[in-house]
């Protein structure tokens, strides 16, 4: 890496890479680390607790190829640090609910100010303005930010444990405002300024709509990334109740669902040691297949203990480079023209995934207990591996 790109990546994505790790661990990880501490403390069902996160990100799936023409046209740097502090403001209010709608109400308007701030607008940002770089940076990125949950499960249970939930939403918020709001601000500055910063081509909006409508490969890519979504939403956000109710000690599932995210950044750093040998397109096939194994590992560790180990491996190196090769395999397949836009549908069909996700697993849950739940798993992760499988043929074509 030469002087001018170490320079680059000191003073504009390992500030991104820091403050992406602080929102994903405050925002998203929240529901997942404190949803048994709700269960007990309010007495809602996990329908009703779950409809919560799915009806927030729903409203982020929607909200995201707004942000992404928000970012076509060169206002990320408001996006970026606008969401997350309107995501801190509502960390706060989350911690003073008392009823079901306040919850819902709060989730609801989470799910706008996710969309502003996450991966995909993040991802987007450094598409327009990293140029040759923009896959290293967003691998860097999602390097450091894979740890959010390492971070925010054991914090959220230690500060919930000590002071009781509702201390720990209003740590997570000021967190947010004190580091993770200057470092957006400061970084996507730079970034807009930077001297091979090009704005991808725009196209006319009905155009770029008609384009996507009429590619296979688009549809393709979306069932992919929805059931993927789905297979990992399910797991992130029942793994506690699904340890618990196989009678898993509550610390040890905590360091069980807090190690994938280490196992994110390992699969990430297998990539890059492996993307000089092998296609993108074979690596997420082989993403699909990991997710795949982890979900028979879970379901096989309660004869089996030490497959925990295995699912954890599996399912964080998994979906840990799914994120990462996902902008890639979009603009492969896709091209990069309307990038903002394109990646924002496709990144709201994943959203969709994420939404459904948490409110399905709940569902089979009360239908036929977490082994349905667990074979579900299964059967999204080996319906991404076909989706996929099919794009590569037609894309060879």
């Known amino acids: 890496m030469s002087k001018s790109s170490s320079g680059t990546f000191r003073r504009i994505v390992w500030p991104l890479a820091i403050a992406e790790t602080i929102v994903w661990a405050a925002m998203y990880y929240s529901f997942p680390a404190l949803l048994l501490e709700w269960e007990m403390e309010f007495g809602w069902s996990k329908t009703e607790l779950t409809g919560a996160v799915t009806l927030s990100l729903l409203v982020s799936a929607a909200s995201s190829p707004f942000a992404g023409r928000i970012i076509d046209h060169g206002h990320g740097r408001i996006l970026l640090t606008g969401g997350a502090l309107c995501g801190a403001v509502l960390l706060v209010l989350l911690s003073q609910v008392t009823a079901l709608w306040q919850f819902y109400a709060v989730w609801v308007l989470l799910g706008l100010a996710m969309a502003g701030c996450l991966y995909d607008a993040c991802f987007a940002i450094l598409t327009h303005t990293m140029a040759g770089q923009a896959k290293r940076a967003i691998t860097l990125v999602t390097l450091v930010a894979g740890l959010a949950g390492t971070v925010s499960f054991p914090s959220a249970n230690a500060l919930a444990a000590v002071f009781g939930w509702r201390v720990a939403l209003i740590v997570f918020a000021a967190v947010v405002v004190i580091v ?26 009905k155009d770029a709509g008609l384009r996507l409508i009429r590619s296979p490969l688009f549809w393709c890519l979306s069932l992919c990334f929805l059931t993927m979504a789905i297979n990992h939403g399910v797991i992130i956000n029942h793994l ?13 599932a905590i360091l069980a669902i807090s190690m994938i995210g280490p196992m994110q950044v390992a699969g990430r750093l ?13 690596i997420f096939l082989s993403c699909t297949v990991a997710a795949a194994i982890a979900s028979l590992s879970l379901y096989g560790a309660v004869a089996v203990p030490a497959l925990l180990v295995s699912f954890v491996l599996l399912q964080g190196a998994g979906h840990g480079v799914v994120s990462i090769v996902r902008p890639v395999i979009i603009a492969d397949y896709l091209g990069r023209q309307d990038f903002g836009l394109v990646s924002g549908v496709l990144a709201s069909i994943f959203l969709v995934g994420y939404a459904l996700a948490p409110t399905i697993g709940s569902l089979m849950w009360e239908w036929g207990g977490y082994n349905k739940v667990i074979l579900f798993t299964l059967a999204m992760a080996l319906v991404a591996f076909a989706a996929l499988f099919i794009a590569r043929l037609i894309a060879g074509r």
């Open 270 to 282: 297998a990539m890059m040691a492996a993307e000089r040998h092998v296609s993108t397109s074979a």
């Open 180 to 205: 993770a709001v200057p470092l957006f601000w400061s970084a996507s500055g730079r970034a807009h300024t930077q001297p091979h910063h090009e704005p991808l081509p725009v196209g006319r909006k």
């Open 240 to 252: 506690l109740p699904i340890l618990d109710a196989r009678g898993v000690h509550k610390e040890t």
